[in-house]
């Protein structure tokens, strides 16, 4: 059960309001590195988790991170403050709220569709979806995607301090910045707890292709040429370069096939016969049609 | 620049048509861990990667997961071999390729709007969003994403062999199974090989907050108690399960305020009192109205 | 700031596992009415409310959703138990998993993608959008639509209820369908505490078109033949059936139209003349080739 | 059936071109609360409905919210008349078009993507999604969700007629805005015409529960401090501040159970065992392997 | 101004309901290319249209999409008659209520989320959303897109008919998908009556470019070899088979550069030490660490 | 199966750094007419397909789609090139960082969330859906729907072209401008090589309505007045603008009917009753009390 004290875990200090900021700092409230997906992401694995140390993690910093949107949606509001009364009450002329409206950002649809609160959207103004949460419920996956959420909402915070010079919201920033390493840095624990851990799953890979690495995109473009490093070198790989060895690496035709019924394979012919494309015909096609009567073959358009 | 080679990177043999297995395996044609989504992380990341090495990294396995994505939409392809002609040709009559429809799974979409093709959609039908794609332009975060993204697809390809006792089916989807432990592999390498990669980016935590575990979710419930591990236990963490502790923790009051104009002040404050919600009166309400005249008052429904 | 209790608000038991029933209920946990919305829709307005009265109850009602997420969630957890585990450790064969998978509903993808864990989606997949949301920063529009949004909660629960038997999922879910209709009493309550509340906003209506109803679907359909009621009819009402008089009500001329500078009217008629359908001509076109030289006229398909 | 008229309902009269007013205006466009959401809100109910009445009320309002987003949508077509042309035509130079497009607002994406007509979006060029429409089948439901949305939309006409000082247009979108007035107004009475009409359904609330009111938001922070009123306070509500009162409201444990089979127990004691976080040991960890060797331990990162 | 007619522009007489065909049938109500979709396409492009001769065909069209968006839609609302009722009044058991549910398609999100009615998604229950309009501004685009959109429609309704017995439907249906070969034909003369129409848009091609076809694709596998025709041979086509022919077709050397400032190049300097992936270390990897002590190197999973 | 080409399709040489002018690009990147939705329109259908002449060239061009992705997504990447490193590096104030990310388009997004890389959205910031993808499965709709997504390709990139005076993005541009009209010739090509290709599928229409044009959009506005051309006139077609013949137009009542069981019909007469609106009562509602005691009757509002 979730409890509310009406104190922030962290006091917010907003040196004056500023919609354009405002609508940037979305991206922490409703993007997809922001604190509902963080919250929603250990909220849901929690739920579903019997490990008892795992499953008190995961609520533990789900709450926590429900706190933060908190905090970060208070930073919104008071960044909207002024902005939202002006509009509301009209105080303005219609050409200074105007002007308000397009000082950059999508801050526009903050005060027009939003009323100047907070909304669950990112930056560009995209609404939250859950398609940004990736629990799979197989705690060596949840907890690797936990690691890198927390890297990404670290490095998304370093970049709005980075824009912002109100010491107070940079401070609360630098805050909620710091909890991500901290988080990190659980996850990173109760992953490694769990051993082994790698591959995930139960079933482990098929030995033939575990250590081969396939040299997929090659060439001698300048500073793009093919590097050696320890992720495909040495002893622990395989390199395939040849494109022919590439392809149908089973030792197959590298063809897909399927056996069909004979009632199938009756359909199937004639479904192909009326929908060939003919190669032997050179049809007059709607863009000659198009073309039009003065523009000659349609093979050399004019410059 | 890509090319293409008609050859599979592994060769796909279906043992028989069945549009509802092909609607399962699209989960990893159009579903967030899928092909695509693979592809596209590492094709992005690659795009506007300096490093020479991981950009040749990252081109490599794009280049390998578009593969992987025409393997699976191979099989899926075949899977829905005799159900496209049927539905095409309208070779049964309508109460026979009504029951094919509705057999379980989505397939029936497939079917009507697909047309049996691969649709980029997971198993419920839902559109493939760049929103599963979270490339973030920092090495140390969209390495750990990649990790944690191969892994995800491991395990989801694990499910899918364990359902299906099709063989041909059950190698290919255990080779890319195997291709996503060798992907995880590199990028290991690759996050590992920069120092220091832990914490991202370049600002620091504030120490005072870095080591701190925040106790949020408390309580004696049999099974789920507190626990102690080494991601909130031990020397590295400072514990705190006071509730008066875990708020505004900066030493503030722990409200959210903003330094607005007079003038915004003043039409806030008109704002206010428009729009109050009086406390000191006990309104007739439209739930009182609709309550009917029979039911007394709405406090106290019949049950 | 949340804090969390790990008893839940209401104790859940499970008589037994049921995959698909557990898709069904989903609706409340990632749905459009879900306990998500819920709590969204309110702590969103609670974060930008300056009174202190709404303020207070829309982080009380939205942390008791919260709490509500919780219960549904672990219900839906709980009916995925055994499936889950199943499936990990692909303790049946694959034809039983298969089976499992297909038994109705979309609990496939909650199996194979989500792992057996409470999922943010809708009995369809379709993930949680928070277009779902639809607060605006305007206390009169708010409450409404948290009236609104109470009472369609309460009909899904309702619907829940209708199709379960299982008693303690029964008593819970009757539980927070109960909590619905205490929370929509409260915001009704809240709405008519603000005096006037209607016509939401400062700016009044043209009295000329308050109060008129225009009869826009007409016609004499056995059951459905255009009804008079205290909607449309009365003293109140000005009603406008002659379709003349309902349009162009200004008494313009009903067109649309722009000053435009010369410079831009000139590039207009360039851009007119140049992408003009001529109705002067009777072109061959596409339709006319692609019907083929044994099929005449393409005005008459053979049937 | 419906037809046209090529008479708008509102004469629309633009003084000049403005791009970026455009875009905002498509708010009621193709945005949450516009006019297109409005028509589908009432034509889907419409469709269902049985009752006579309320079928012609919806089908009414359904065609008026259809011809309502005509005159937006003309308006909105008249505002980018002239950048609709310049940039077919090319008639200014790269530079200057350039500008035109980066005035504000997500102007530059209806110039490029959708050529200065207008789109389904909102004002942050968020496509319209069916998301927006909540229909429900069920009239208590559906016409409070229609009230609200009357209101909602009311309030977003108010903001755009309060930015806009076109005379032509503040006149069109006052015309726009009053018909929601209106039509709130017959939603209402057809509302209260249902008796009862609260609460909805047909199920009634547990006694135990439909008039208790959780006070999960305390604290005493200065200016949101609880506070009482009659949506918390009185006759009506008992009120449960108590922390442990408000868990396990049930009087069990608090917690979720389901009876699972002894074979899936069997399997779920092996999946907990394999997938343990071992909370007795202290794991080296990814995150200390990145901190680097010239970093300390990763607990204490220098400032 | 749209107006609205009771009857029907074609009869809908039901046999009996059916909810999971209703559900299917969806498609042509809420999918990519159903009624909405076509209605939506036409309208917007109409609103924008200048051309008095297209403005009045699109109107025309549109109006008539709506139309059939009511024939279908009613279609469905009658086949969820009986599902509706069952439902809202709880008439049937709880078990037989949810067998109801879990008949195939998606049915059962049809009656808990909608209530029966028809609801403005496809047939996996995916939302409507404006990304299936794809209407650019410019005539010889959008009569393309109109073309191929009533191609669409028809094999969807097509696909329905084949599947549906009830002969009152597949009068209906017939009705509809004849009319989308109407319309195709009507927007076929509207396109070909633009001289030229092709290409579209003013800028004409590179010449050096408009005639070459790269066979991106090559191999030898059995069915899929290289095939000659008219789209890729004859005298209008320049073929390019040769790799290195294909890359850098400009004569350039195939990188991407761009000028930065000296500031700039600094800083990217900076970026680029600090983010290095060093090829020249084996470190070890968090894979490493997972892998456990009892594993082995990770290069090589037992099997 | 893919292989990768360091060397890009064209060499890309952009003049300076320009973030806002890389976020409108992305259009073409990650928009619905750009170039991921071009190669995975083409690629679902080349999987699907069995055609070895229309397989050979859907999967060349998807593969030179993909190699144009590659194009696009450089230029863009090289836009931002400044930008990024000053962002991560922060090395500029905060002030001049915070005006940088608010100089237009949705930079902003980019440079916070994306890190200056090429994203797969649109210039609104929209992330790409599959719901761009219009493949279904029939040749003859899909090549209609690939002819008109060239056109409406070619058209945004000239409208790309027209805003930029980069030489070498206006070089590259132009390259991919001009591909789309050759992918258009050979789609066009394929579709007239299958004869007949109208009308697409099998059914014919039904002859009463297959020549019929239904004049729904009627009146006499000035410059919209109802235009005859090829598309409506003419010995092809019979043209019905008379209201009653265009509703029922099967001689039917126009009514929508299903056939229910009696037990169906009494759940249903139960429902209706218990939710009628009682068009005899004029009952008191929420706005009436809303209006407020000093605001007078409801219908009256003060201008």
């Known amino acids: 059960m979730f409890m509310h004290n009406k104190r922030l875990q962290y006091t917010v200090r907003v040196a004056e309001p500023n919609p354009v900021l405002g609508s940037l700092l979305l991206e922490q409230f409703g993007g997809p590195d ?51 009364g002006q509009l509301a009450e009209a105080a303005m002329s219609e050409a200074e709220l105007y002007i308000s409206m397009t000082q950059g950002g999508d801050s526009h649809t903050q005060s027009i569709l939003y009323g100047g609160g907070p909304a669950l959207t990112n930056s560009s103004g995209v609404p939250w979806t859950a398609a940004y949460v990736d629990t799979r419920g197989e705690p060596t996956c949840d907890l690797r995607s936990n690691i890198a959420a927390e890297s990404r909402a670290k490095i998304i915070y370093e970049r709005l301090i980075n824009i912002t010079d109100d010491p107070g919201i940079k401070e609360a920033l630098g805050f909620l910045m710091t909890r991500e390493i901290a988080h990190q840095k659980s996850f990173e624990k109760a992953l490694y707890a769990i051993e082994p851990n790698f591959p995930t799953g139960k079933l482990p890979g098929m030995p033939a292709f575990t250590d081969v690495y396939y040299d997929m995109s090659q ?85």
Not at 72 to 77: C, L, R
Not at 242 to 271: F, M, N
């Open 34 to 84: 922001g604190e509902l997906a963080a919250a929603m992401r250990y909220f849901t694995q929690g739920l579903a988790e019997d490990d008892p140390g795992r499953k008190d993690l995961l609520l533990d910093i789900a709450t926590e991170e429900l706190s933060h949107l908190e905090v970060i949606g208070s930073i919104v509001a008071m960044l909207n403050k002024g902005a939202k």
């Open 219 to 303: 060439g001698d473009g300048a500073e793009e040429a093919d590097v050696s490093g320890p992720w495909n070198s040495g002893e622990n790989w395989q390199v395939v370069s040849d494109r022919d060895e590439q392809a149908a690496v089973d030792g197959g035709d590298g063809t897909a096939s399927v056996k069909v019924s004979a009632a199938d394979k009756k359909v199937l012919t004639t479904l192909a016969k009326r929908t060939q494309s003919n190669p032997d015909v050179d049809p007059t096609t709607g863009a000659e049609l198009g073309a039009g009567p003065g523009a000659g073959a349609i093979s050399s358009p004019v410059q």
